[in-house]
């Protein structure tokens, strides 16, 4: 089940790393965007970040060409009709995300791999959408995509040993290192990493430190990269609040329900860095 042509529904940060990423390995990639303005913005992102790359000498001239003619954009679902796998990476709404997988079912050939990137949300509702379950599976990746080598390879109890095999080839494939998990809310890292983040902001509110303090304790007191208040704006707190809405759902637990500060910043736009504001100012 060799994947060469892959198709990517969503233009956003997830979309467009995906597309480099596969594209950057030999893949044919097409990504549909509901626009073409944000579609144009899918090339206008891959061509930065590859002359980036080339500035740091980490590739060519020609290899940056040569990833860029790989990449086409388009805001016809109809043009994926040839991929061998399509990578959903649309916003973190399980209505929205069923509707395109039956969309994506009528469409695509039936040999093709219908898979989402969704961090959190239960992959088998995905797979029961369309007339091939067995066929639909997880292919979490990371952001930012290039630079996160890890990719969480979802197996709903509907997935074939097949579709889970080849998902797991194309991930390393693209120079990613694929573990296997079960279709469970948050898989692995989300379900460990999401209760610390809600944990920190409840400190936060408590007064127990700053949110600068508390991101310096965690990085110079746990060597984290990054503190929690800095990831959550990456990751936007809006899809914070969802992740943690979903893990709530699912195992009722309270470290999971969402510190009432993220419901605020959402309801006040305050994103993150995609917004230009969130615990941090990125103006």
Known sequence: MPFERVGIVGSGIMGAGIAEVAAAHGHGVVVRSRSQSSADAVVAALGASLER???????????????????SVTTDLGALCDADLVIESIVEDLGAKRHLFTE???????????????????VVELAMETGRPDRV??????????VMELVEVVRPITASDETISAAVEF???????????????????????????NDAVRLFEQ???????????????????MGPFALLDLVGIDTSVAILDALYAEYK???YAPAPLLRRMVAAEQLGRKSGQGFYSYR
């Open 137 to 146: 599976c997880g292919i979490h990746f990371f952001n930012p995509a290039p």
């Open 171 to 197: 991930a390393r494939a693209c120079g990613k290192d694929p573990v296997e998990v079960k279709d469970r809310a948050g898989f692995v890292v989300n379900a460990l990493l999401f209760p610390y983040l």
């Open 253 to 255: 637990d309270p470290r």
């Open 207 to 225: 007064g127990v430190a700053t949110k600068e303090g508390i991101d310096a304790a965690m990085r110079g007191g746990c060597n984290f990269p």
């Open 104 to 122: 994506l079912d009528g469409i695509c050939d039936e040999r093709a791999v219908l898979a989402t990137n969704t961090s959190t949300l239960p």
């Open 53 to 71: 790359q080339v500035a740091r000498q980490r590739c060519t001239e020609g290899e940056r060409d040569a990833i860029l003619a790989r990449v």
